[in-house]
């Protein structure tokens, strides 16, 4: 198994990245990794390698990297995060983890890998350590404007997210409003709520309904909770800062390091911008164990076997910015 790792993604990149895969090296034995950037950079790692360790890094490199702050389509074919992406639809590696700038990402990954069938919009999903059990959010920060077809596509990417990436049984789906009472919330939840209530959902999933902002938290309610990508990356930023404040997260996992993008043709992280050593670690991971349980494939036969009817929600014409169709 080989990760592509963005060298040059992140705030305070390359060293935090560089940190990261040093940490991911050590904690996994059977990973190998692609070091996509600068070969100087690339260099400072394997030197502080074993022999041993030295002999499962490979490097591609790369000079240029995508601004935070640069628009995602202009991002230039020849970047560290277009590159690490082309190594995957190559075959040279197994998956993707960046922690540069998410538009970037999202947009590099799905024009490079190509998008599932009848995803439109790729979604970020975050897997958060709630009281009652992991909950499984999304979208977090891959849509941020998305219309009620492409919320209930996005359910049916949670709920088989959930049931195949961390095995919960016949997954509760809800979707995060101002208050549990039918008709509650903005027209996009008041639009997407009966959409979701008709659905028939992948994995013997049902949709429990309206759910608050504790309940991502609590985990009672729901497994998994689906929202725009606006509100749900301000949610999951207000949750990394409260468990921050309190100490740490709750006992039953760590603190979400990383988000797994659904929806397109292969493995995909993307870590926080303002991602530490061990967040970078975390991400990676990830990656590594999306790719040995199939996650991307597994997540895939689900959709194909959603109903009919869900399919065509999920092609009906959302209003796309010409950015969001050139992704």
């Not at 992948?202 to 429990?208: M, N």
């Given at each position: 198994m080989r990760i592509a790792v963005d060298l040059l993604g992140g705030d305070d990149a390359p060293a935090v990245v560089v940190d990261g895969a040093l940490r991911a090296l050590r904690a996994d034995p059977d990973l190998h990794l692609l070091l996509v950037g600068p070969t100087e950079v690339a260099d400072g790692l394997i030197g502080a390698l074993d022999p041993a360790q030295r002999a499962r890094v490979t490097v591609r490199p790369v000079r240029f990297a995508v601004g935070m702050a640069d628009h995602p389509v202009a991002a230039r074919a020849d970047s560290t995060v277009r590159a690490a992406v082309t190594a995957v639809r190559e075959g040279i590696a197994?998956?993707?983890v960046s922690a540069g700038a998410t538009g970037a990402t999202v947009t590099a990954a799905a024009l490079g890998l190509g998008?599932?069938?009848?995803?439109?919009r790729p979604a970020l999903a975050a897997t958060l350590p709630a009281v009652a059990g992991p909950v499984v959010l999304l979208d977090v920060g891959g849509s941020l404007e998305p219309g009620p077809?492409?919320?209930a596509r996005h359910a049916v990417l949670g709920t088989a997210y959930a049931a195949v990436?961390?095995?919960v049984v016949e997954p509760r789906l809800g979707l995060l409003s101002v208050g549990t009472e039918g008709g509650k919330g903005d027209r996009l939840r008041r639009t997407t709520d009966p959409l979701l209530a008709a659905a028939t959902l992948?994995?013997?999933?049902?949709?429990?309904?309206l759910v608050e902002g504790y309940d991502v938290t609590s985990g009672g309610p729901a497994d998994v909770v689906v929202t725009d990508g606006f509100t749900g990356?301000?949610?999951?930023?207000?949750?990394?800062?409260?468990?921050?404040?309190?100490?740490?997260?709750?006992?039953?996992?760590?603190a979400p390091r990383a988000a797994a993008l659904l929806g397109v043709a292969g493995t995909v992280v993307v870590c926080h911008g303002a991602a530490r050593g061990g967040d970078v670690a975390s991400g990676i991971a990830l990656a590594a164990h999306l790719w040995r349980s199939r996650v991307t494939e597994e997540v895939s036969a689900l959709l194909d076997g959603a109903p009919a009817a869900l399919r065509e929600q999920g092609e009906n014409a959302d209003h796309l910015t010409d950015t969001e169709v050139a992704l």
């Open positions: 197994d998956a993707v998008r599932w069938p009848h995803v439109r077809a492409t919320l990436a961390h095995a992948p994995h013997g999933a049902r949709y429990v309904g990356n301000v949610l999951l930023k207000a949750i990394e800062g409260a468990y921050a404040m309190a100490g740490g997260p709750p006992a039953s996992g760590g």
